[in-house]
């Protein structure tokens, strides 16, 4: 899930805002171990972030000294594996560089289920820094609890518990691009109701009070990609008005969310198997984003085909 976890319009962070300030955009990348720090770092960096991990708290705000001569965005890793690592003292680092007028600071925090890090953990055979010779997930509780002021004062709070790589890079790219064309984009996923809510969805839209293509046995094997699925869904007496309805809500919602500084928004329709009604809803709505001049993308959450995933703008 994606959270702008402060109230502050300028939590939505785009290349537009990056550029007028001509402040150098610093993101402070932490949050629990085994969460993806790493991982994003490398995104960022693919992004034309310098990224630097693991870097010392007491090296921090010589990094970002403007007489090093150079410009380039910054993505900085720091956690509880970083040497001379503490909350307070990184709070108070963060506040240090929040003063200076020529940085552009954010914060962003990775979080996860403890399930799934203590899943992580065991799969790479790899120890918890927190957990010494105690099982893994003392060591999490343990660093979940220490690193909730951190939490709190995040501009972005990412779940990464049921996130794909591909699905990680979407959202980073959504947020920090430095090259975006549009200030806004839009991104609209189908799912499946039965696996669970989406955790990065800022709107859920249910579609399963349509006709449903299951109890058809010559559509039962589609998706609703298919022409013959599209048709069966949209014959049902009830979709024209749901869908009019569904546009006649976001036709004012979204230049509200642009104007409040938000810069990417989540869209996820779901139905009961995230393979006929939502696929066609999610496809036919981001047609309709598309046709009024929105970036928008699709991505079928249940489809594993690759085919299911697709950007238009």
């Keep these: 899930m994606t959270i702008p976890a402060k109230s502050d319009p300028d939590s939505g962070i785009t290349a537009d805002s990056r550029e007028t300030s001509g402040r150098i955009p610093v993101f402070l990348v932490t949050g629990i171990s085994g969460a993806g720090r790493s991982t994003t770092l490398k995104i960022l960096e693919d992004l034309g972030y310098e990224a630097v991990d693991n870097l010392p708290l007491t090296l921090l705000s010589s990094l970002v000294v403007p007489a090093l001569g150079s410009r380039r965005p910054l993505a900085i890793g720091i956690d509880v594996r970083s040497r001379d690592f503490g909350v307070e003292q990184f709070l108070q680092e963060i506040d240090a560089l929040i003063a200076r007028a020529d940085l552009d600071v954010r914060m962003v925090f990775l979080d996860c289920d403890d399930e799934v890090l203590q899943r992580r953990f065991t ?15 003392d060591g999490i509780k343990h660093e979940r609890r220490s690193v909730v002021p951190l939490r709190d004062r995040a501009d972005l709070v990412i779940d990464t518990s049921q996130l794909s790589l591909n699905d990680l890079r979407r959202l980073l790219k959504g947020h920090f691009a430095l090259d975006m064309e549009a200030s806004f984009a839009v991104f609209v996923m189908s799912f499946s109701y039965r696996h669970g809510i989406p955790r990065e969805a800022d709107l859920v839209f249910d579609a399963r009070f349509l006709a449903n293509p299951h109890y058809d046995e010559a ?13 069966y869904v949209s014959a049902d007496p009830g979709f024209s008005d749901f869908f009019q309805s569904l546009t ?37 709505l981001v047609a309709w984003l598309s046709k009024n001049g929105q970036h928008a993308g699709v991505m079928h959450r249940e489809l594993r085909d690759a085919d299911a995933h697709s950007e238009k703008s």
């Design 123 to 137: 799969e790479t055979r790899r120890r918890h820094p927190l957990a010494a010779d105690r099982p893994v997930i």
């Design 248 to 284: 006649g809500l976001l036709a004012p919602l979204l230049p509200r969310f642009q104007n409040e500084g938000k810069s990417y928004l989540t869209i996820a329709v779901g139905c009961t198997g995230g393979q006929h009604r939502s696929v066609f809803v999610a496809e036919r």
């Design 219 to 231: 559509l039962r094997p589609l998706t609703g990609l298919d022409n013959r699925v599209a048709n």
